[in-house]
């Protein structure tokens, strides 16, 4: 039996870190879910539609799809296929109040973050690339439909949890923290020789490859900084960046008091899912409880942007607007994949990305989402170009 008092949900990305939590935190909840996604895993998909009785699955991978509709011929699951069927999903009717989870990956997730918004469904989001590609366009769209998005981000969780202290109008400073990654601290010329695997030892976070990598290079916390000023309708110069190494403060928000309300807990993203799918209640925990006195102390300190170069991108790209943000992301996105793929050193990552944002000067005048699909592509193919020449 469902716990009526919460919405139903869509899991998009289902077999990945968050929507793997996001299932945990639905089966304790008792919340029903109504249809999953995933890439190509259509094995564990196949588990996960058993266990949770969903109406429907899609796999971004037209082979996936077709081995997990003959996986599930003996349900009533519907299957469907490719982008365009991970749209049509999403279009569905599965009851009043649906809230969308969408943790996909990288560019993919943004027709996704639009498809929910166009159906006029909640949109619980952990895919932050929607609105560093897209975020004009998705805030507009969002704000037309009367949608609230409900941020799963642990940092973005935190400041949407500390706006219930006072309005986005009174807000002075957004305190966004970092752990700083496994190699805050190293010089450029130290960080030349990490290899894939100490870049994939986050000291903090369980998370999949590709944002632990943006994680050691403060990548990720440029596109927070990105989704933050979209999200909140915030000035990047009103977001400060701390290096918070212990991962105890999500975030916090300054008002114009001078007051500061942060969010604390112990790290863990189960909690930030939780949140969006119980949103505005607070049910019973399904993470452990923070105790401060094992804890001993909390630090802070600044970034260190000259060695780690893509943060300060990151700010530069969101003041330039456009498309220079997705810009950024494409790069960002071919030169993690090729450095996971040991094609490309660590410190390489660094430098495809500047050369392919500052190459593309024409990227941050766009009229139209056409424009962003557009330069995403555009950027892609020049990164690619630039790794086979220079790298």
């Known amino acids: 039996m469902y716990n009526q008092q919460f919405p139903s949900v869509t899991i998009l990305g289902s077999t990945g870190s968050v ?3 996001a299932i945990d935190v639905a089966l304790k909840n008792k919340i029903q879910v109504n249809a999953l996604c995933a890439h190509k895993n259509a094995k564990r998909v196949e588990e996960q539609a058993r266990l949770l009785n969903v109406k429907a699955c899609a796999m971004a991978d037209s082979k996936a799809a077709a081995e997990l509709k003959l996986a599930l011929a003996d349900t009533e699951v519907k299957v469907y296929s490719g982008d365009d069927g991970i749209c049509e999903m999403i279009g569905e009717n599965y009851g009043k109040n649906e809230v969308v989870v969408n943790s996909v990956i990288g560019e993919a997730g943004l027709k996704p973050t639009l498809a929910t918004l166009t159906a006029g469904k909640k949109l619980a989001l952990a895919n932050k690339e929607s609105l560093v590609c897209a975020g004009d366009f998705v805030m507009r769209l969002a704000k037309e439909k009367g949608i609230e998005i409900l941020p799963v981000d ?3 969780s935190a400041i949407f949890q500390c706006l219930r202290s006072g309005s986005k109008k009174q807000i002075q ?40 990598i943006d994680s050691s290079t403060l990548m990720n916390k440029g596109f927070e900084v990105i989704e933050a000023v979209h999200l909140f309708d915030v000035r990047p110069e009103q977001i400060e ?10 975030s916090a928000i300054e008002y114009i008091d001078n007051s500061v309300i942060a969010q604390m807990s112990v790290p863990e993203m189960r909690l930030c899912v939780h949140y969006a799918l119980t949103h505005p209640q607070r049910t019973e925990a399904v993470i452990p409880r923070l ?3 094992q804890i001993g102390k909390l630090t802070f300190s600044k970034p260190d942007t000259k060695t780690f170069v893509l943060l300060q991108l990151a700010l530069d790209s969101i003041a330039r607007g456009g498309a220079v943000p997705a810009v950024l992301n494409a790069a960002n996105e071919v030169a993690v994949a090729a450095f996971l793929q040991h094609k490309l050193s660590f410190t390489g990552i660094f430098d495809l990305v500047t050369e392919t944002v500052n190459s593309l000067p024409d990227a941050a005048k766009i009229d139209s989402i056409d424009d962003i699909f557009a330069f995403d592509g555009a950027a892609r193919r020049l990164a690619n170009e630039i790794l086979e020449r220079r790298f």
């Open 19 to 21: 929507g793997e939590q």
């Open 154 to 156: 642990s940092e973005h």
């Open 173 to 212: 400073r957004i305190l966004l923290t970092a752990s700083g990654g496994p190699f805050y601290g190293m010089t450029r010329e130290q960080l030349s020789d990490i290899t894939v695997e100490r870049a994939l030892a986050h000291p903090t976070w369980n998370m999949g490859a590709k944002i632990t």
């Open 241 to 250: 960046v701390l290096v918070h190494k212990e991962s105890i403060m999500h």
């Open 291 to 293: 105790d401060l006195t």
